[in-house]
């Protein structure tokens, strides 16, 4: 048992990690960054578990032992020496540092990132140091504070530095194979399988001249404006029937080269739709475009190409254009680690990135937010044509703009990472780079950035559930004794369960079950009057005024009266009932008297009467019984959570009714006792004015009568009419178990759904 | 760039307090996962089990997590040499210390451990100092 809870308690532990964000490094720096953009949820996490934690031990650790164990294991120190600030020192940097402590790595585990892996192992490697260097060690000594000060210092800065460093070097290979050079080209205008692609905004300047076998395409063709918004990509349908045209045949010995009239804008609109199509990987960017194609004194031609149109069935890569929602949440997002899947790099001129021109069809200025600044232009040699920067000079540049997005609190990503590229157009360029493989922005979506949230409403009902779900294993792990689990699951204690934790917890009685009569010192006059009440209690009994109810009116103590209990109410959360104050008048008085009663009566057990275990559902009073007319014997007895007490005349007794208790008279004469609720004492004045305000409206409810005629309070009457419902459902219980059981929990099933999903498919 | 989540962050917190009160009820125990999984680096002892649990059900935990919402376990910020030296720091920190968050700071303060306002205040502390200077006086991690 105590391994299953131990699996649970992980299992809940790592739940709780997830849902509030200790999992998210980002956000725990974000934590931890004070002096920046400081993002306090964190404070939340730790103070929720500390509330709950809390308020638990207190209760828990006044327990003699814990459920499962014979002892509580708590560490017992409370001196703070130089290895424990020490050790929170070395373990708050590497904190800081990556944004892991120990429970999120391992709950990031299951990520699967490489990075979480390395972590994990390091911080394993780290404990065993530790379990080496202190087994050899002394336990009195103690690290030199200025050696491990150096040692975080040192970490620190290799850690930065580290950091800092150029980025990894440029991929030639990806280079060659996606920029080609007019030398390149020219050489192989006339080899089957290469498609040189010429890409204009009209056809006027490609009828003028083009690149030998060149087909030309249109870059309306592969962008569209729907409404005010430009640059849409078609679909893949309308590019499917574009790439045909075009005779691509997407076999693996193609070779797509092209290339623009403009500087490359054209030419990169093209090679993105070919990547949305899956078509791409065979293509490549002609360096110099069309201008250096002219520059360098290559043929050209107004011929024009017979093409055989394709027939390819490209598999389309929707994921090349990403979405704005993924694009909003990247925004808040965008890293620099190895794990970062993207950075948002703007590649418009940077005039339209910091918002002081506005740029064409586009309605708010600016960049999204996160996006570092990467114009494409900066990409190429200066000069008339344009030619990509060599390798040297791009790392160069990513550098620098790899530094000054981290200044701006932004970062560029290095190579392993994808990119996307919020101008539709110079996505390319970096990919030819060897940079980055280029992602684009769909335009389409740009009018509706949605950022994606947290359900808030669903996790408030997943915390209220959670907090129900504990309240309710508090109430039954309470005490010694308790319902089989089955039963507290329907048990009316369970639907009280909250509320009476609230109670409980700021109850200045002590939590147990049997309380002193002493700390209740305005019960006295009871005890001390108690063979006036006596006499009118046995004139009562006598006339055959103490019974059970004869209908279904008495919701409350209804399971009780075909087991041997019969009372005569005096008073129930109200005034006294006009009977009581008729038939016994001191006994009124006396309880009038006493402002803390809410509740009383003459109860009486029948010879041979018994009522097994069961829980009161309201914590808000206890409960207190003063001994009249009793056999005076062991065999009347209580059983308080398994403490036995055995009723006296004139004795009394105190007690926490929530408590699992059972009662039993094996001897042949009735027990009469006088039997009251009085207010738990209750130290917060919010919960003692909640617990007042329920005892005058809520608990009054299931008032009822001794005599025809009075008042029977709302519940009992509802209880009436319900109970004529719950007969058949009994007798259905008696002709088929499983068919009862499978509608009440049916029935709870459906009602746990309802409260935690309904309407959060409309919020969502 | 993080967002402010006090309502979601709230509710894990909830769960990580039931968590952690779950194991000092039932097994008497504190949920310290730094005690927890130091304590299997150890030579197998009789609470080997428990321990071994207790990590299980926090890598299940995570696989749930992950299969339920994947953007709540984020990617790491920094690169693999500051992962590497800040996995050394954790590791060797919180034994030297004896607790993490989860000991020191829910489990302890959760018990008014003067030890333990001490170990927090002093982690959270060192962790703000490190992230200031990387971020803002180095100008680098993030």
Known sequence: MSGLVAFVSGLLFALGLGVGGMTQPSKVLAFLDVAGDWDPSLAFVLGGALLVYFLVGRVALAWPRPLFDDTFHVPTRRDVDGRLVLGSVLFGAGWGLAGYCPGPALVSLASGRATVFVFVAAMLAGMWIFQRWNARTPAAATLRPATAASLVALSVLAGAQSGDGAPPGVSAGMREQMLVDGGWLASRVDQPGLVVLHVGKSREAYDRAHVPGARFVAFGGVAKSRGPIPNEMPSAGELTALARRLGITGEPDERIVIYGEDEGLLAARVFVALDALGLAGNAALLDGQWAGWQAEGRPVTTEVPAVAASSVAPRPRPERIASLAAVADLARRATGSPDAPVALVDARPRAQCDGSEAGDGVPRPGHVAGAVSAFWKEDLQSGGVPRLRPADELRALRGARRRAGRRGGRVLPDRRAGVVHLSTTAGAHCACDGASRPVLVAPRRVRRIEVPSVNAAFLLKLSLSGTFVASVLYVHFRGRERLSFQRQLTDHSTFLAPLNVLLYFFSNVPARPILDVKDFPELAPLRENWTTIRDEARRLYEAGHVRASERYDDLGFNSFFRKGWKRFYLKWYGAPLPSARDLCPKTVELVESIPSIHGAMFTLIEPKGKVGGHRDPFAGSVRYHLGLITPNHDDCCIWIDGERYSWRDGEDLLFDETYLHRFQNMTDQPRIIFFADVERPIGNPVVRGLNRWLIRHAVGLTATKNVEGEKIGFANKVFGVVYRIRLPLKRLKQANRTAYYALKYGALAAALYALLFAGSGVLR | ?142
């Open chain 2, 1 to 142: 760039m993080s967002d402010f989540t006090p309502l979601s962050s709230f509710a894990g917190g909830t769960l990580i307090g039931v968590a952690a009160a779950l194991l000092l009820v039932a097994n008497g125990r504190i949920a310290g996962i730094s005690g927890i999984v130091g304590g299997l680096l150890r030579k197998p002892s009789a609470d080997t089990p428990w321990r071994a649990l207790f990590v299980a059900g926090l890598l299940a935990g995570g696989l749930v997590v992950q299969s339920m919402r994947p953007a709540a376990i984020g990617p790491s910020v920094v690169g693999y040499p500051l992962l590497v030296t800040a996995g050394l720091l954790v590791g060797f920190g919180t034994q030297l210390g004896s607790g993490c968050t989860s000991g020191h700071g829910v489990c302890g303060i959760g018990r008014l451990s003067p030890r333990s306002m001490v170990a927090t205040a002093t982690f959270m502390l060192a962790g703000a100092v490190t992230t200031y200077v990387l971020r803002h006086l180095l100008g680098g991690g993030s």
